[in-house]
């Protein structure tokens, strides 16, 4: 059984585990499944918006999936949420990837 499948068992058993839809998402990613990571991430962040590594993650998904003016709007959402919550730590590591794309992509 691949790792994937044990998250996916783990999710059945447990729904609402942040964690475990988080990790889902990650190996997806690491498949180079982008399209499916994305789908996880946003019911991730309907499921809980206060998930902050969420924010990262699906941003880079969306850039991977040259998706930028979404990659823009889930950084800036996940900057606002970080800050809310104190968390200076996130919201600085999401303006330095929101930096990153804008450098990349010249807005």
């Excluded at 994937?4 to 998402?25: N, V, W």
Aim: overall charge negative; glycine content about 4%; cysteine-free.
């Amino acid at each position: 059984m691949s790792r994937l499948e044990k998250l996916q068992e783990f999710l059945i058993q447990d729904p609402s585990d942040s964690f475990t839809r988080y990790a889902i998402g990650l190996e997806y990613m690491s498949a180079k499944d982008f399209e499916t990571a994305a789908l996880t991430f946003e019911e991730l962040l309907r499921l809980d918006p206060d998930y902050l590594a969420t924010y990262y993650q699906l941003g880079a998904v969306y850039n991977e999936l040259a998706r930028m003016d979404e990659a823009r709007a889930i950084y800036n959402r996940g900057i606002a949420v970080a800050r809310k919550a104190g968390d200076t730590h996130a919201a600085s590591e999401l303006e330095a990837a929101l930096d990153e794309i804008e450098e990349d992509y010249e807005v």
